[in-house]
């Protein structure tokens, strides 16, 4: 009876500990969770929703099964933990094409500024690290750097990338590429 308690408080505590923490991913594996979140994006620009479907993704993916209320905290934890490898691949449809690029830059490249507001900007959910980068053309390239090349090509609307680039520096600490020690 002793052991019976003991063995599920211990696969109590692994199951309680699993779900507030990202385990230790594959780059396979952070690969085919990044292709379905950024799938999420398209799907839901296309959908007309604020917010992709992360949450699903994430219980299909990685086992979640936390509840709705938690999930922000752990996906925040999944995108602080592997903040540098969530990239999106090419994607094109008809004449609009996407190069291979960070999920934060491909949220916008796909019009969903309002997931920055409703959810990112959210600080109940918890915080997000915005440094990520990829090296584009030799140089580190984080998100603001991305916003001030879209706003230059005449891409997107101007005032409201404008909007997220300020929040996402004078609030959430964000630092273009050449800011970034490393």
């Given at each position: 009876?002793?052991?019976?308690?003991?063995?599920?408080?211990?696969?109590?505590?692994?199951?309680?500990?699993?779900?507030?923490?990202?385990?230790?991913?594959?780059?396979?594996?952070?690969?085919?969770?990044?292709?379905?979140?950024?799938?999420?994006?398209?799907?839901?620009?296309?959908?007309?929703?604020?917010?992709?479907?992360?949450?699903?993704?994430?219980?299909?993916?990685?086992?979640?099964?936390?509840?709705?209320?938690?999930?922000?905290?752990?996906?925040?934890?999944?995108?602080?933990?592997?903040?540098?490898?969530?990239?999106?691949p090419k994607y094109q449809v008809t004449t609009n094409i996407f190069?291979?690029?960070?999920?934060?830059?491909?949220?916008?490249?796909?019009?969903?500024?309002?997931?920055?507001?409703?959810?990112?900007?959210?600080?109940?959910?918890?915080?997000?690290?915005?440094?990520?980068?990829?090296?584009?053309?030799?140089?580190?390239?984080?998100?603001?750097?991305?916003?001030?090349?879209?706003?230059?090509?005449?891409?997107?609307?101007?005032?409201?990338?404008?909007?997220?680039?300020?929040?996402?520096?004078?609030?959430?600490?964000?630092?273009?590429?050449?800011?970034?020690?490393?």
């Amino acid at each position: 009876m002793r052991i019976n308690l003991t063995l599920i408080f211990i696969c109590f505590s692994i199951y309680t500990y699993s779900q507030g923490t990202v385990q230790k991913l594959s780059d396979k594996k952070i690969q085919e969770i990044s292709h379905e979140l950024c799938s999420n994006v398209m799907a839901a620009s296309r959908e007309a929703y604020d917010i992709p479907k992360w949450e699903e993704t994430m219980r299909n993916l990685m086992g979640y099964i936390g509840t709705k209320s938690e999930f922000p905290e752990y996906f925040n934890n999944f995108l602080n933990t592997y903040k540098n490898k969530i990239i999106c691949p090419k994607y094109q449809v008809t004449t609009n094409i996407f190069p291979p690029q960070h999920l934060f830059k491909r949220i916008l490249a796909a019009g969903m500024n309002e997931t920055y507001e409703e959810y990112f900007f959210n600080f109940e959910n918890g915080e997000v690290d915005f440094n990520a980068y990829q090296i584009v053309d030799g140089e580190k390239e984080t998100i603001l750097d991305w916003i001030e090349k879209w706003v230059a090509l005449g891409r997107g609307n101007r005032e409201e990338l404008l909007d997220v680039l300020t929040a996402l520096e004078d609030e959430f600490g964000a630092k273009y590429g050449r800011d970034l020690s490393d």
